[in-house]
């Protein structure tokens, strides 16, 4: 008998107490949790992110989409970054500022490679703002999960309010589970040496997120 | 399990040891009560964490009663997304599975993320036997590993070691390893992470085969998920060309949506954050174009003692354990004894009522396990899937002392009552150590009042003939000192 088999016999026998029952999944499980914590407005759910974001230490920049080429050359140029990784299909006009090298990720480039980069900037599936978290699914202005793991400096673009969601349950919605997903709450930190936080070990020891409102703030009518 | 730790003294003398080494002692307070704290101020900010809490409970409470229906349904998800699918009935067929798996790469080393399944096969050691050399790359396990210790704590493994201890692990054992640690290494605990990253960079970029666990399993889409802090484990998950996940079987939940409930629970429970850094979700493989992660995927489904526990009635609700640490950091017993004392990967409350029944009570660190608490209950306050660990334990010491039927390897078999009175001995010894630490007696002393029903009419051993024409005094429901407490010394009208 195959080892599938005999587990699946013994389970069958461990529960031969255990009446079965058809019941759909969605009637048996009790969900009267919430579905956000809180009401808020959008202003006040992209506070949330802002604020929760850098809780956990990630630094958090907000401009208008119009701004948003010359802040992400001022932070390039600020940190003194001379490559730059680029997922396929980030949009042009965000780097049409920078001076640093476009340096593109293909399916053959090695870890060494990457390793040689001195920066990486992405768009992102979505935030969610009370848990501080960014979500990248590898979709094409994010580009495959490595590129924002091995350099060590990710500047991440999130366009608000659109890409915002309140809460784990309602980011769970909206994500297709058969993407690769990376969910970044802050830059990758250690609480293993006598429960001192360090930040930084393996990851991007500096994360920088980008909240660009879709319109530039001086067309807003008042 | 692939059995105890080597020579593991039973419970009383492995804490006993513990509770003599103040090092220890310091460091396991100041750790305990330093996540305890900002643990209960994380669980505080969520208003619906009691509705979290029974919906987890209600969602692995279903999993497991369907659980072959969800082991199919799993596989059949995994393999469609371009995933194979192993079956392990015990710890050296995991072993066997893994060791075979490597091999055919053709490497001779694997990175590995910290993973709770791997450590209860002992999969290392069989790895380093057939020659393949597993990097742990946690900066705990590194720690444990490099000073060739034992992991102490679920979550935080070296937490017995303080940054003096390290930092000498560090300079005298990373050279032999890989790349040394700097020169002038201090023990600021920046630098050591720092030492630990250049030490692991190197190993991480060449790797060519990656071993994990994962915290979940996703039946109806095949998605498995790993929480982590560092970024080893996104390293491990996706720099390597293949991926070995060795995953105990009752890791699964129904939906994805289901993680809606545990992704909430379960970092606010452990690290006692609103999220933990990070979280890598992966369903099978990517195409050749996408190349997102490894080519090669391996799910290994452990048994190993999980379908002997679900037999079990009342014990199998141990199987709910997204081992998140919370019981382990508010358990009276685990401060002062330390997580070695337990003998097992599993330390603390839960390791209490899941080893025993993974790998049965024959063994004497096992039998007196179950006698490794003092039942206050803390443990099941905390817990984020209501896991009523106090009631396991007393199941499990009235199994010791009485007998009764079991499941081992599938089979029944009935236990005999514990030759020679063992229980009632390892019972009198976890009471001397207690007797012997007053903080301990405070709680433990509940001990004795729940579990009365158990307590021999007569003495055992030496004591029998005395007791052949009397009674032993009968427990009392409540103890002195609680009752006190409670009635301010009977000046309230509390009986
Ligand atoms: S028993 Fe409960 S509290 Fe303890 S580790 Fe498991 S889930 Fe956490």
Known sequence: MSSRDAILGRVRRALADVRQDDTPYDEIIDRSYLREHGHRSVEETVDLLAENLADYRALVHRCTEEELPEVLMRLLAERGSTSVLVPPQLPPSWLKAVDATRVHDRANSTPHELDRVDSVVTGCALAIAETGTIVLDGSPDQGRRRITLVPDHHIC??????????????????LDPARPMTWISGPSATSDIELDRVEGVHGPRTLEVVLVSGQPRAEVVP | MSGTFVGMPAFPKAAHDAVNNPTLRGNLRHATHTIRAKRAKAVSEVSDWAALREAGKQIKDHTLRHLDRYLVQLEESVTRAGGTVHWAADADEANRIVTGLVKATGESEVVKVKSMATQEIGLNEALEAEGIHAYETDLAELIVQLGKDRPSHILVPAIHRNRGEIRDIFAREMSAWGRPAPDGLTDTPAELAEAARLHLREKFLRAKVGISGANFMVAETGTLVVVESEGNGRMCLTLPETLISVVGIEKIVPTWQDLEVFLQTLPRSSTAERMNPYTSMWTGTTDAQTADGPRTFHLVLLDNGRTDTLADQVGRQALRCIRCSACLNVCPVYERAGGHAYGSVYPGPIGAILSPQLRGTASEIDASLPYASSLCGACYE???????????????????AQGGQVTRQGTKVVLKPAKGHAAERAAMRAARWALSHPGALRTGQR????????????????????????????VPAEPFRDWWQRTQGGKENGK
């Open chain 1, 157 to 174: 673009v999130v366009r608000v309010p659109g890409q915002v969601v309140s809460s784990v349950p309602q980011g769970l919605e909206r």
């Open chain 2, 447 to 474: 001990l004795a009042s729940r579990t009365r029903r158990l307590h021999p009419r007569a003495l055992p051993g030496p004591g029998k003939a005395w007791t052949g024409s009397r009674d032993l005094p009968a």
């Open chain 2, 382 to 400: 905390v817990c984020p899937v209501a896991i009523d660990i106090p009631e396991v334990l007393v199941h499990l010491r009235e199994r010791v």
